[in-house]
């Protein structure tokens, strides 16, 4: 075939032979799909056994490190809560620039701890960064092999994710040993990891709940769960006392949650974390699976313009499309600052994103990168009622 003509066929051939997939990107991109694909039977959760007086809690630093000052006040904590407190040698700044130590040496840490037996829990010194690039490095068969409470948050994400996926095993989006827990995130704490008669073996200062409950959503709390929930919009940004509805219902407010787009109730399993390092992890064999789960995203000092990138990018690689449902928390200090401006507020960039879902969104829950937060257990299954702004969980995250 003549030279020119040989590249004309050829371009003319390839050019065919993309339009239909093109056409076809677009409307999968146009057209969100509110159902998961078929998929296999979701296995029951494995739940770690809870914490009580005396259990033993360890702290390692799968990402960067600590001073030794700085887990003083979350050492004090848990120590209040009745726990005996082991610090992991590797969890101190210096030795390995910002990471706490070598990668090598922060997973044989972080395994240390999942197979001593006398460590009832682990929770992370500090986040940071570091915690990715020791996954290749995990024993997941050893952690389903030795089930126990594991909770951080923020660069720990992909961890708390990566061993929901890898060994069904519930996780926890909570404190870090960086930093004293105030009232509102003990309270979380406890409610949420310690077992159902602890209060009754420790003499804890947790205020007792006198916020009203109303009378209907007490009848509708019929099955074990707890909520978090919103009623008057327009107050001042603050946690408030936790209301108990009965032994097996808790109630959560804050007052500024916000719904966007389609109303109505989702539920699924949670999992989620901080925004940034979920998109570190598109396209590896950690990144989170969203096919029908309840999706909770957090993230600080990140302008509107990087969320909207970060939250396309989700988009693009599908993984908000298939989502039952989605949580937004705090996203701290993340204001335009005059990089890009004019700019789009955050509220605009959520609702360009989640209003084609069509599914529940509901934004502001009192978790991120803030002082007062909720202990969200990854893996465990959820509730999120776009009409009422609860977030339900249903099946309590810890056995005992």
Not at 2 to 18: E, N, T
Request: proline fraction near 6%; charged fraction near 20%; include cysteine.
């Amino acid at each position: 075939m003549h030279r020119r003509r040989f590249v004309y066929s050829l371009f003319a051939s390839s050019a065919l032979a993309a339009a239909p997939l093109t056409t076809q990107a677009q409307s999968t991109l146009n057209e969100p799909r509110t159902q998961p694909k078929k998929r296999k039977k979701l296995l029951p959760a494995l739940f770690p056994a809870a914490l009580s007086k005396g259990s033993t809690v360890g702290i390692v630093a799968p990402a960067s490190g600590v001073i030794p000052d700085e887990i003083k006040g979350g050492v004090k904590s848990l120590e209040s809560l009745g726990c005996t407190v082991v610090l992991g040698k590797s969890i101190y700044r210096g030795s390995a620039g910002y990471l706490a130590a070598s990668d090598e040496v922060r997973a044989a840490e972080f395994m240390e701890f999942v197979r001593r037996k006398d460590i009832d829990a682990i929770v992370c010194a500090r986040g940071g960064y570091g915690t990715m690039r020791m996954l290749h490095l995990i024993d997941f068969d050893e952690i389903c092999r030795n089930p126990k409470i594991i909770m951080g948050y923020s660069d720990i994400t992909v961890l708390l994710n990566a061993i929901f996926q890898r060994c069904n095993l519930v996780t926890f989006h909570g404190p870090v040993a960086a930093g004293e827990f105030d009232e509102f995130t003990r309270d979380s704490v406890v409610k949420t990891l310690f077992t159902k008669n602890y209060l009754a073996d420790i003499s804890l200062p947790i205020d007792t709940p006198t916020t009203p409950v109303d009378s209907a959503q007490t009848a509708k709390s019929t099955t074990k769960q707890t909520k978090f929930s919103k009623d008057k919009p327009g107050r001042q940004e603050k946690p408030r006392t936790a209301t108990i509805a009965s032994d097996d219902a808790i109630t959560y407010s804050d007052s500024l949650l916000f719904t966007i787009g389609k109303g109505g109730v989702a539920q699924g399993q949670l999992v989620g974390g901080n925004l940034t390092m979920l998109c570190s992890t598109l396209g590896t064999p950690f990144e989170v699976d969203t096919r029908g789960k309840i999706l909770f995203l957090e993230d600080v000092n990140e302008e509107p313009y990087r969320i909207d990138r970060m939250l396309t990018h989700l988009w693009l690689a599908g993984k908000l499309q298939v989502a039952a449902g989605i949580v937004l928390g705090k996203f701290h200090r993340s204001e335009p600052s005059g990089e890009l401006l004019p700019s789009y507020n955050l509220e605009e960039v959520f609702r360009s994103r989640f209003e084609p879902l069509q599914i529940p969104v509901v934004g502001n829950f009192q978790f991120g990168h803030i002082r007062a937060k909720l202990t969200l257990p990854v893996g465990a299954v959820a509730e999120l009622d776009a009409d009422t702004k609860t977030l339900s969980i249903l099946e309590k995250p810890v056995v005992g």
